[in-house]
C-alpha cells in the first residue's frame, strides 16, 4: 500500500481472546463496555448473543469467541464489550479482555502467515509484531458479514 | 424588553415570510387578477413588519411598510400590476433577505433602503413613469437622486406618510405631553395606564423616551407621545387624566403642514430618533387589519435534533429510574420508596410529553383531504365519498411534513383515473357513487397509509400498451410481467395513461414523484389492483420513532412485546380444550377456530421437561380477517413503549419487528404478528 508511507503509527485498541492478542483500529471503537444484561433474539447464528440497550440505542452483540469458532467458556469479571461503530451499523463483540491501547508503527505489520492459530484466515487481515508481543489484526468486515445481507424484499 | 432571547424565532420566522412572499409574488406575477394573493403577500410582509419593529430593525420594518403601502394600493385597485412593479418589489423582498442574512451573521440588519423607499413610494403615487424610469435607468440616475433628498429621505419619512395618510383618513394627529407627580412612585404603572387609555382609543406612533425606558422608569415626571385617534382633545383630555398621580396633560394637535415645523420646535416628539423598539406605527387602514395580531408566542419552535438529544438523554434517565426502583424495593426504605415513585410519576408525565413532542396525529395531512376530493369530484363531474379511517394514527413530524405532497397525488389519480364517471359505474354494475377509503395504521416497525378506490383499477393492456409505447418495457418482457408488476408500472417516469389529459393528474408526473419522495423516506408504495374492482395503493413508512401501546408477554424468563393493534382479546384456556386439526392444534373461539402458535416453539425455546399446565394463556391477534392464539406463559401487562429498530446488523429477524426498552432498561423485542399468520 503506497499511504503507509506516510503513515507512520496506528493506533489500536488490543483485546484478548484465549490466549491470543487481536487489535482492532481505535477509528472504529466507539467505546468498551462492561458486560451489560442481553437480550436473546431468536432464531440467530449462536455467535449473535442478542441485543443490548447500549444508552438508548439497541446495539447487536457477537461473541467472538464462537464466531471464531473457539472453545466458549462462562464470561468472567473481565469480559468486556467492545462497541464497533461502523457506516452502515454499530454492533458490540464480546471478547475475554480489553487490555490497551497501543501505537503499532505501520511497518511493522506484515501479511497474516499461512497458518495462525484457530482462526479463519479470512478473519485476519495482519498480523504486527510489538516488542515481544504477536498482535492480530482484525478484518471487521469479514468478521461481521454473514448474518449481514440476506434480504427479503420480494416483490 | 431584551430582545436576544427572540432573535432566531425572529430570523427563522422572517426567513419563512419572505419565502412566502416570493411564492406568493411569482404567483402573483402570472396571475396579477388575482388579489387573494396579494393579501397572502400583504400578510406576510405585514407580520415580518411587525416583528423587526419589535425587534428594533428599523430599516426592515421601513420598508416592508413601503412595500405593504404598494401592496395595499394594489389590493385596493389604486395600481395595476405590472411586471415593473413586481420587480420592484422583489427587489425589496431581495433587500430583506440580505438584511435578515446580515442579522443572522451578527450584523445590524442597517442597509439603505431609501432607493427602494423612494421606488415604493413612486409606486404607490401613481407616478409609474419615474418608476419606469428608476427601474429601467442605470442606478447613477438613482443615486443622484437619494443624494439630493437623503436629509429628508431618513427613517421618520415613513412616519410622516404614516401621519398625512391618517389624515386622509379621518384621524387626528396629536403630540401628548404629560406631566407626572413629582411624588409619583408608580412612574412606570402610571405610563402603562396612559399608555391602555391611548391605546383604547387610537394608535400611539411614537413616544418620548421610548417605551422601554419609561418602562425602566428611565425618564424624569415628563414623557409625550404622538398618537392617531378619531377622538377629540377634550375627551382624550378627561381620560388621561383619570390616572392619578398626573400632575398635568398637553395636547397639542399635529396639522397636516405644521408637522415638520411642530416637531422640530416643540421637541418633545423625538422624530428623528431612529430606535424605536417598542414603537407601534399607525395602519393606513386600522379597522381592516385589527384583527391581525402579531406573531404569538405561545409555540416555540425547536429542532427535531434537539428532540432526538432529549429523548435519548430521557432514556438514560428510565434506566437509572429502573435501578433506583429495584434498589429500594431490596431497602425497604419508606422515604426512599416514596421518592423513587414520586420520580416514577414525573418521568413518566415526563415521558409522554417528550414522546408526543416529535408525534402529531396524521390527521394534520388528511384534514384537508375531504374539502380536496370534493372540489376535485365536482371538477370531474364525478361522485365520490372520502372515507378516512385512523386519522389519529400518530406519526413522526419528519414524516408527516413530508407525506402531504405525495398522498395529494395518489388521491387525484384515484378520483381522475381510479373511479369512473357515474354512468360507467352504473353500466358495470357499481353504485353510482364512488368510495375511496384512507387509511392510516401502525403495523410492526411500519406506519402503514393505504388508499383504496372501487374504481376501474389498473387495465393490464392499457398499462402494458403504454409503457411499451413510452419505451419503458419491451414487448418481450411485457408477457412475463404479474400483475402487480404491471401496476407498479404506473409509478416509473413519464407514465400516464390518461387518454386525454386533464389538469387534475395525467401530467406523468405524480405518481412518479410520489414514489421517489416515499423512497426518500426509507419507504414503499405498493400496488395491488383487480382491474373493474378497483386499487389499494399501499405506502408503507419506517419508523424512526414511534410510540405504540403493546402487552407484555413472558415466555420462560424472556420478555416479549405484542403490539396492541394486532390483539383481539387475551384468553386462559384449559388445555383439554386444545384440539388437533391435521398437525396443528386449534381452539374453538365462541365457534370459530383459531390455530394456536406456540411462541416458545417459534422462538426456538426449551420447553421440554417442562410441566404442562392445566390452563394456558393465549394472546388472539389477528392479520386482516385472519385470528390465531399467541401461547405465551403469562401476562406482565399493558404498556406504551418506544418502537426501536434491531440495527441495520439484524435486519432480517424472523418473526420480531423490532425492540423496545423497558423501564428497566432491558431490551424487550417486539412480536411481529403479521409474519406469524399466513
Given amino acids: 500500500m503506497t499511504e503507509i508511507a506516510q503513515q507512520t503509527d496506528k493506533k489500536v485498541i488490543v483485546f484478548q481472546l484465549m490466549d491470543k492478542e487481536y487489535a482492532i483500529g481505535v477509528d472504529v471503537v466507539q467505546s468498551i463496555e462492561k458486560l451489560l444484561s442481553v437480550t436473546r433474539v431468536p432464531k440467530m447464528p449462536s455467535y449473535i448473543k442478542g441485543v443490548i440497550n447500549l444508552k438508548g440505542v439497541v446495539t447487536p452483540i457477537v461473541d467472538l469467541r464462537e464466531r471464531f469458532g473457539m472453545v466458549v467458556d462462562d464470561y468472567t469479571d473481565s469480559t468486556r464489550i467492545l462497541i464497533i461503530s461502523l457506516v452502515e451499523y454499530d454492533v458490540g463483540l464480546i471478547v475475554d479482555a480489553a487490555n490497551d491501547v497501543l501505537d503499532i508503527p505501520v511497518e511493522s505489520i506484515e501479511a497474516q502467515p499461512e497458518v495462525v492459530g484457530s482462526v479463519k484466515s479470512d478473519f485476519i487481515s495482519g498480523v504486527a509484531k510489538v516488542e515481544r508481543r504477536l498482535l492480530l489484526l482484525l478484518n471487521l468486515h469479514k468478521v461481521l458479514e454473514p448474518v449481514n445481507r440476506v434480504r427479503t424484499d420480494e416483490f | ?224 407621545i404622538a398618537l392617531l385617534t378619531k377622538e377629540d382633545r377634550d375627551t382624550l383630555q378627561a381620560k388621561i387624566m383619570k390616572v392619578s398621580e398626573i400632575e398635568s396633560v398637553t395636547i397639542n394637535p399635529i396639522s397636516d403642514h405644521g408637522f415638520i415645523d411642530n416637531k422640530q420646535t416643540t421637541n418633545d416628539v423625538a422624530v428623528n430618533t431612529p430606535t424605536t423598539a417598542g414603537k407601534k406605527e399607525i395602519e393606513p387602514d386600522i379597522e381592516k387589519r385589527s384583527g391581525i395580531s402579531h406573531p404569538s408566542t405561545k409555540t416555540i419552535r425547536v429542532n427535531i435534533e434537539r428532540l432526538d438529544v432529549l429523548m435519548n438523554l430521557f432514556e438514560e434517565l428510565i434506566i437509572d429510574r429502573g435501578r433506583l426502583q429495584s434498589i429500594s424495593s431490596e431497602l425497604h426504605n419508606p ?61 413522526d413530524r419528519t414524516v408527516i411534513d413530508e407525506i402531504g405532497d405525495p398522498l395529494v397525488h395518489l388521491i387525484r389519480n384515484a378520483l381522475d383515473h381510479g373511479i369512473e364517471s357515474p354512468a360507467e359505474r352504473l353500466a358495470a354494475g357499481k353504485p353510482e357513487e364512488g368510495t375511496i377509503t384512507l387509511r392510516a395504521y401502525h403495523s410492526g416497525n411500519h406506519v402503514f397509509i393505504e388508499l383504496e378506490d372501487d374504481g376501474a383499477g389498473v387495465n393490464r393492456k392499457k398499462v402494458i400498451a403504454k409503457a411499451i409505447s413510452n419505451g419503458i418495457l419491451t414487448p418481450e418482457t411485457a408477457e412475463t410481467l404479474t400483475n402487480r408488476q404491471v401496476a407498479e408500472l404506473i409509478l416509473a417516469t413519464g407514465f400516464s395513461t390518461a387518454e386525454k389529459i386533464s389538469d387534475v393528474s395525467g401530467r406523468g408526473v405524480g405518481l412518479d414523484v410520489v414514489k421517489s419522495t416515499i423512497e426518500s423516506l426509507g419507504g414503499f408504495i405498493t400496488i395491488k389492483s383487480k382491474e373493474g374492482q378497483g386499487s389499494l395503493f399501499q405506502v408503507q413508512l419506517p419508523l424512526t420513532l414511534s410510540i405504540i401501546s403493546v402487552m407484555l408477554v413472558e415466555l420462560k424468563d424472556e420478555v416479549y412485546a405484542i403490539p396492541l393493534s394486532s390483539i383481539i382479546e387475551t384468553a386462559i384456556i384449559k388445555t383439554s380444550d386444545i384440539m388437533n386439526a391435521h398437525n396443528q392444534k386449534v381452539i374453538d373461539l365462541r365457534g370459530s377456530i383459531v390455530p394456536l402458535v406456540n411462541l416458545k416453539a417459534i422462538f426456538e425455546m426449551e420447553t421440554q421437561g417442562e410441566p404442562t399446565d392445566d390452563l394456558q394463556s393465549v394472546v388472539i391477534v389477528r392479520k386482516g380477517d385472519k385470528l390465531a392464539g399467541l401461547v405465551v406463559d403469562s401476562f406482565i401487562g399493558q404498556q406504551e413503549i418506544v418502537l426501536k429498530s434491531l440495527g441495520d446488523y439484524l435486519n432480517n429477524v424472523f418473526a420480531i419487528s423490532g425492540a423496545t426498552i423497558l423501564g428497566d432498561g432491558q431490551v424487550a423485542l417486539i412480536v411481529d404478528c403479521n409474519s406469524l399468520i399466513k
Fill in chain 2, 1 to 224: 424588553m431584551d430582545t436576544n432571547q427572540y432573535m432566531d424565532m425572529f430570523i427563522e420566522e422572517s426567513k419563512e415570510h419572505l419565502q412566502a412572499c416570493n411564492e406568493h409574488l411569482l404567483e402573483l406575477e402570472k396571475n396579477p387578477d388575482d388579489l387573494g394573493i396579494v393579501n397572502e403577500v400583504f400578510r406576510s410582509a405585514h407580520t415580518l413588519k411587525g416583528m423587526s419593529a419589535t425587534m428594533g430593525f428599523d430599516d426592515i420594518a421601513s420598508l416592508t411598510h413601503m412595500m405593504e403601502n404598494v401592496l395595499d394600493a394594489i389590493r385596493n385597485a389604486k395600481i395595476r400590476v405590472t411586471s415593473e412593479i413586481l420587480d420592484v418589489v422583489f427587489r425589496a423582498v431581495d433587500y430583506l433577505e440580505e438584511m435578515v442574512v446580515d442579522i443572522e451573521s451578527g450584523g445590524t440588519g442597517k442597509k439603505d433602503v431609501s432607493e427602494l423607499v423612494k421606488s415604493l413610494n413612486a409606486i404607490e403615487a401613481g407616478r409609474s413613469a419615474i418608476l419606469t424610469a428608476v427601474s429601467e435607468t442605470a442606478s447613477t440616475v438613482v443615486d443622484e437622486v437619494i443624494k439630493n433628498n437623503q436629509t429628508t429621505l431618513h427613517y421618520d419619512d415613513f412616519e410622516t406618510t404614516v401621519i398625512s395618510q391618517s389624515f386622509e383618513q379621518g384621524y387626528y394627529a396629536y403630540e401628548i405631553t404629560i406631566q407626572l407627580r413629582e411624588d409619583c412612585l408608580l412612574k412606570a404603572a402610571r405610563v402603562f395606564m396612559v399608555f391602555e387609555i391611548l391605546e383604547k382609543t387610537g394608535e400611539i406612533i411614537k413616544s418620548q423616551p421610548h417605551v422601554e425606558q419609561l418602562e425602566n422608569e428611565n425618564f424624569d415626571e415628563q414623557f409625550s
Fill in chain 2, 335 to 395: 422515604a426512599l420508596t416514596e421518592t423513587v415513585e414520586s420520580i416514577t410519576r414525573v418521568s413518566g408525565d415526563l415521558q409522554g410529553i417528550i414522546l408526543n413532542m416529535r408525534m402529531i396525529p396524521v390527521e394534520t395531512v388528511f384534514n384537508r383531504f375531504p374539502k380536496m376530493v370534493r372540489q376535485l369530484a365536482r371538477d370531474l363531474d364525478k361522485k365520490v365519498d372520502l372515507d378516512i379511517v385512523g386519522a389519529k394514527t400518530e406519526l
